[in-house]
């Protein structure tokens, strides 16, 4: 490893904004690790997807102070993405995955037109079956509820524990549309998608550990940075305005969805 301080310093940064938008930060742990550090894919993927634990369970922590997140709804994603986390995490083992990488970056393209033009529907609410009523309303903010499909939540679930596994990203980048698109607010829904996220890398990390693709001496490193950059993140995200916090993550997804194609299918 290079000077600590450099790593410690990038993954702070990312770490900060990650917390910002609802994500792990793996979107740019990933490209970090292969771009600066040498780290082949597999390592990188594994690793990543343990510094997230460390920068959900910081931002998580100040999010739950400040009432921000819905449990419940947190619980009915996280089941389904554990279950495909870890599937998607041996997925990686047997089949070249520069076909998925493409498909997921196609998927982040459309979510993120989705955020810009919320009219454009590309993130579909499933409305059938069995619903839930969730009250939004926190202190001072009287919100009216919101009936959420239970099979919503479950197959975007299992998309973002999917991809999670396979690409070392965070499942947020669907966690988050999927909850503003049926009614959750931006700032509760980037909350809420942080809590999931934990349960949801540490499945997928374990799966890597086995498998030996998990660097120990920058997981220290870039877990320390990203914690303390997810903390102080998440600490500011209530002052920047929704509509902000929208825009900046379908640009943030446009770049992920780039930089995945870059390194993993034309520098590959």
């Known amino acids: 490893m290079p000077d600590p301080l450099f790593p410690f310093v990038i993954a702070a940064v990312i770490g900060l904004v990650a917390s910002i938008i609802g994500m792990g930060g793996g979107f740019l742990y990933v490209p970090t690790l292969t771009l600066l550090f040498g780290f082949d894919q597999k390592m990188a993927v594994g690793t990543s997807l343990a510094v997230m634990i460390f920068s959900a369970c910081s931002a998580t922590l100040v999010f739950g102070r400040q009432k921000?997140?819905?449990?419940?709804?947190?619980?009915?994603?996280?089941?389904?993405?554990?279950?495909?986390?870890?599937?998607?995490?041996?997925?990686?083992?047997?089949?070249?995955?520069?076909?998925?990488?493409?498909?997921?970056?196609?998927?982040?393209?459309?979510?993120?037109?989705?955020?810009?033009?919320?009219?454009?529907?590309?993130?579909?609410?499933?409305?059938?079956?069995?619903?839930?009523?969730?009250?939004?309303?926190?202190d001072r903010?009287?919100?009216?509820?919101?009936?959420?499909?239970?099979?919503?939540?479950?197959?975007?679930?299992?998309?973002?524990?999917?991809?999670?596994?396979?690409?070392?990203?965070?499942g947020g980048a669907f966690f988050v549309p999927a909850l503003v698109v049926i009614g959750v607010p931006v700032h509760v829904a980037v909350a809420t998608s942080l809590l999931t996220i934990i349960p949801t890398s540490v499945t997928g990390a374990a799966a890597h550990a086995v498998l030996g693709q998990i660097s120990l001496p920058f997981l220290i490193v870039y877990g320390a940075g990203a914690a303390i950059g997810a903390y102080t993140g998440a600490a500011i995200a209530p002052r920047?305005?929704?509509d902000h916090i929208r825009k900046g993550f379908s640009i943030l997804l446009l770049v992920i969805a780039l930089l995945m194609i870059q390194q993993n299918v034309l520098g590959g």
């Open 68 to 138: 921000k997140i819905l449990p419940v709804l947190a619980a009915f994603l996280v089941l389904p993405a554990m279950v495909f986390s870890l599937l998607g995490s041996f997925i990686t083992v047997y089949f070249d995955a520069r076909i998925l990488v493409i498909l997921f970056a196609l998927v982040l393209i459309l979510m993120s037109l989705q955020m810009l033009v919320p009219s454009l529907s590309v993130v579909p609410a499933i409305r059938w079956g069995p619903s839930i009523e969730v009250n939004l309303s926190r």
């Open 141 to 170: 903010e009287p919100l009216k509820p919101v009936r959420v499909p239970c099979m919503h939540l479950i197959v975007w679930g299992a998309m973002g524990g999917l991809v999670s596994g396979i690409t070392g990203t965070s």
């Open 240 to 242: 920047i305005p929704a």
